[in-house]
Structures are given as structure tokens and as C-alpha cells.
């Protein structure tokens, strides 16, 4: 199942990198920035290894490989995959490193996507019963890729006509779990989103562990699941995590085994904490996920 992998020659290589940022988000899914944007932005910032992962799409890789080309950064495809796991939790998985022309890869994210529109329709059904008016037709402007209609262009046009100050309150007050217009939605499995990127020949990451809002058990259920099925890293450090949280999932790596990854999921100027790159070094008894690349 799991593409047996050696150091290439470029494995030298990979262990000078110091500036690695493996999570972001291009106007192919809900980041502000087009692609070969994101790219720039991350050259400028001193990243030396970029990877793009976009929810459930890689129409943006193009782009950004060939810009990175361009500038000399070295890239790696990637894809942030929408999972739903247990009781209605929502789980991200970033792949890295995948070959974005696997036709099972390409099917499989195609059926992840295409439960949005409808998902959206209903979404703005929700909204317009407290009050919010329109938020469907209003999201769409701003969607970069109509096959990629997510909460954030939800919550910047909630913004923009003034009922919320910032995309966090929208996402506190109206599109979190439990508040008025969340739409519960099945995306892939875990087993599915797993094997796509596996059969891609890629690596399996836990995007930003610290935002499930699991118990510690349950926490502990996924991970085992996880790594049962093949899963290889996890995101230590990340755009959405404390201190505390790093040295948590820190933890959790050397107890799993698990490659640990450092991403900013960054997702466009003035709506992310973090920007491109400006993360701190991984802990370094552990191993960065990006020494397995090809
Ligand atoms: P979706 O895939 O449509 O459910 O949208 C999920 C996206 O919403 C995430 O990838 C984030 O970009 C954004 N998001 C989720 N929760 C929050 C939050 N609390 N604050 C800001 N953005 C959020
Ligand atoms: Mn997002
Ligand atoms: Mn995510
Ligand atoms: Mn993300």
C-alpha cells in the first residue's frame, strides 16, 4: 500500500532545508492569492520549501510548480483533503508529495468536491432563517473556482455587508458546529482519503491536530486509526496551534512515530495568524516529513 521510500539524491538536499512551509491556500480553494501569488509571497519570505494544498483540489499545482521553477524554490505537489470521521467531526488531511495525475487521486477528490454546491444552497437556507440575506449569491462572488464553494466565502461576504467585524467572528457566531448556519456534510472517509493519497504515492499528515476539539481519547482513537491505515505525520507546528499545542503534538509524534510537519496554513494576507514561513524550527529530535520526499 505504502510506496516504500529511500533517500533520493536529493536527500542531501532535503536536509539543508530550513525554511520548509507545507500548507497553504491558493483562490483555488478559499485562499485569497492566486497561485503563482502564493509562490512569490513565500520566495520573498525565505521559504526553501513550499508545498500548495488547496481543499480537495490540485488546479493550482500547475501554476505554482512552474513558478516556483522560475524563482529556483524547490516545490512539492500537495492536497488538503476533507474527511469526515467519528460522530460528525470534520478532519483535515494534508498529502504531500503526490502525483497529481493518479487517476484515483483526481476521482476521488472530484467526489469529495462535489457535494459543495448543494451544500451551499443549504447553507444560505440556514442563514437567511437568522436574518442573513442573500449569503449564497453574495459567497459566490467571492469564489475563485466555482467547483470550490467552502465556509470562507461565506464568511467574507458576512463580513463585507457588516453583520461581523472579522472572518473569526463570522465562523463563531454563524458557520462553527452547532451555530445557526452550519450544514452538516459527509466528505471522504478516512480509509478512502488514505488510500487516494497512498495510491498518488504520497504522504498522509494530520493538518492542525489542535483544532478538532476532541477529547483525549478521542484524540487517541484517530490517531491510532490513523496510523493503522497507514497514516505517516502529523502537523506539529502550524498556523492554529499554542505553544502548548506544538509541545502536545510534539508528544504524539514520538509516541506514534509519526514524520512531523511544519505548516502555516496560510491563508491570505490580513485572515491568517501565521504568513508563509514565519513558523518556528520543528523540535529537533524529530523527523521532518519533508526527509521523505522523492
Ligand atoms: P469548508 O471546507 O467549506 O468547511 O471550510 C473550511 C475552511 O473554513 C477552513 O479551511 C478554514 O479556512 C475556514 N475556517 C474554519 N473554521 C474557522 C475559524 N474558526 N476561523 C476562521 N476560519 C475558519
Ligand atoms: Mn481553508
Ligand atoms: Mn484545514
Ligand atoms: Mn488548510
Redesign the pocket.
Known sequence: MTTTRTWSEDGAAMAKVTNADLHC?STV??GLLAPAEVVRRAYANGVDLLALTD??EIGGLDEARRTAAELGLRFVDGV?I?VSWGDDT?V?IVALDIDPRHPGLIAGLAQVRSG?DQ??VQMGVELDKVGIHGAHQGALRFVGNPA????????RHIVETGHAKD??S???HW??KGKPGYVA?S?ATLGQALGWIHGAGGLAVIAHPG?YRLSNKELRRLLVEFRDLGGQGIEVLSGSHSDDEVSEFARYAREFGFLASRAS?F?GPG?SRIDLGKLPQLPEDLTPVWQKFR
Not at 470550490?148 to 464568511?155: N, T
Open positions: 491556500h480553494s478559499d481543499h480537495d488538503e476533507s470534520t483535515h459543495r451544500r451551499a470550490l464553494v467552502s465556509r470562507s466565502h461565506f464568511a472572518v473569526k463570522v465562523f463563531d458557520l462553527a456534510h466528505w483544532r496554513d491563508h485572515e
